[in-house]
């Protein structure tokens, strides 16, 4: 602590145990603490810090004999006790004065009507929670009855302290097993430390209770436990607990079914439980028959993304994702692509896939879960190996976007469903056309057929004018990965003559949205028409078909739109126009003079415009300067002179004397 702050800390102490000097403002309070923080971690010894501040203990004390003191004030005071008890010099310093016992024991704000605030129990877990790191603390919390309290604290009703105190739990269950390293456990009670022992009889009483609440108490204990240890104690504790729990998951699923996913996926990440033949993979398999398909399918979803997960278990995991969409597929058309596996491996869920789909209230959140799923693991490199059903799914991504607006036919009473449930919603809209584009990367493993349906929904949604300006936002991404993917590919290429007409099917498209009243319209459009140029700019035709239509002068004038993130987005799509040469033809890669490569220009493009709203007159520059970094190094005549604010007119055209004229 430097000398300035050594010498302020008097008052600001003085000033805070003062109950006449209201703090007004929460926001000083957790600043101090970040300074004590700070102070205790890296100055030196705490002990030291109270020896030649003694106007620290005096300030807990004087807050914790007051009668009624700030709850705010009291909340600080207890956390800071438990900073500074963390180092056990620090701890038996203030247990000479009876600080901790006076702030964590009974005799502090336990016992009187202070607790009923939440603000002072969450300081009290806090501060308890900061302090035990060390066996002093440990036996303190133990012989002072504390336990108790931490118990009660799991089910109330704030849930940051709730939260709180099962951390606390598991970090007392946690030392108290590592406080006796020699001793080796095994299920039986009496070879558990007493602490332990009370702690892991809790949670078992707990879940065999039958009650709701206390099973969840019990399983966000050992979901905290499992979070923030993997040593192999764990494992014991698991064969001790495994029974109990899987009997939770077969008769009190519909209550604790969320967590009962959290518990065994942190399980699953932890090196103690890796093994193949390890007893918890049996209970997963039981979780993924058991669980209802929202709940399964998160379940499953988790497990595709571990390495270790048996390769059988993440088969049946990649079914269970599926089976909402097989069943959309089927929904639509009496003819749809079989998913594999789904004939001889129908669901096995309590609720059905075709059931929940037919509901109105469960179906938009179904698939937009399994959607947002589908889309994740599109990146995993399991799928190789898991034989992928892309054609498949790709037709029944489709066939839910025709859904959405109406364009499929209904094979089935569940298609009629989807019809009424599915027509104008957004949320799906959203989810299917993020799950289309991760879809790209199999642009060549598809057939034609699937292909021309993915470029058919795509321009659906890109002319419709009841297409919402998200919805229009995620098509386009969407469309610019299909075309990505079907250009940039290293194995034998898509259909190339559809893939052209579907370039030029969107780029007559994009005018018309350019032109839209919608500010949102117009800015995604012209943010795609920047990203379009930018990766396909060196594709045959590609100029030609741009300069064909009319967006280079719709582009320029939107430079004076009224709203700036429009003229800032058309600023952008001109800064990468200009990297294009007025042939269409592919970029000079030969050096100029030695030093940069030659700037190729547009017919329209006659020089460098100012945005006449840009108060600081260099936007326009600075986006071609950011347009050609890492292609080509910055022309001269890139170096705009800077308009004065307000001088709101376009200037003239810049053009460096060795550009060719156009």
Known sequence: MDVKCSQLLPSVCTVLADPRCPVSDDTCLEKLLDWFKTLTSSAGPTLLLLKENPCLTELILAVLS?????????????????????????????????????AFGEAGPLGS???????????????????????????????????????????????????????????????????????LLCPKDCDWPACARMIVTRVEESLRSRSPSSAQHALKLLISLFDHNQDPWTEILWSRISATVASVLIEDSAHVGHLLVDLLLSMTRSPAFSCPGCSLWELVILALKNLSLTQAGALAFGLLKLEACPAAIKTQSLHLLLQPMDCVSRAASRTHFTFPGFPDHPPTNAASAESLLSSRASCVSLLCQTLAHLEEIQSLPCLSELDFPQTPLLHSVVATLQFCVGLAVPASSLGAALSKTLVGCFRVQRAALGLLGALSQWATSVPDEALEQAFDILLVYLKSPDTSSTVLKKA????????????????????LGRQKQFLKDVLAVLPKRLCSPSWEVRDSALEYLALLVKHLKGQAGFCQDLLATEMPALVEG??????????????????QCSLMESGGSEMPDKEHNGSHKEVPHLAFWQGCFICPRCPCGTALSAALISSVSGSVSCPPFLALPRLQPGRGRRLRSFRHPNLPKP
């Open 66 to 102: 007051q009668d009624e003191p700030n709850p705010s004030i009291l909340s600080m005071v207890l956390r800071l006790t438990g900073m500074l008890a963390a180092s056990e010099s620090g701890f038996q310093q203030l247990q000479q004065g009876e600080v901790v016992f006076g």
């Open 113 to 183: 009507p202070l607790w009923e605030d939440m603000t002072i129990r969450s300081g009290w877990v806090q501060g308890v929670y900061t302090m035990l790191q060390h066996y002093s603390a440990f036996q303190f919390l133990c012989n002072s009855g504390a336990l108790d309290v931490i118990f009660a604290l799991q089910g109330d009703r704030s849930l940051f302290v709730a939260s709180g105190a099962n951390q606390l739990l598991a970090r007392l269950l946690i030392f108290s097993v590592q406080s006796e390293p020699s001793r």
């Open 476 to 495: 386009f991404q969407a469309t610019l990965q299909w075309l990505l993917s079907c250009s940039e590919t290293s194995g034998p290429p898509p259909d």
């Open 558 to 575: 939107l430079l004076d739109d009224p709203e700036s993130y429009v003229r800032a987005s058309a600023v952008r799509a001109l800064g």
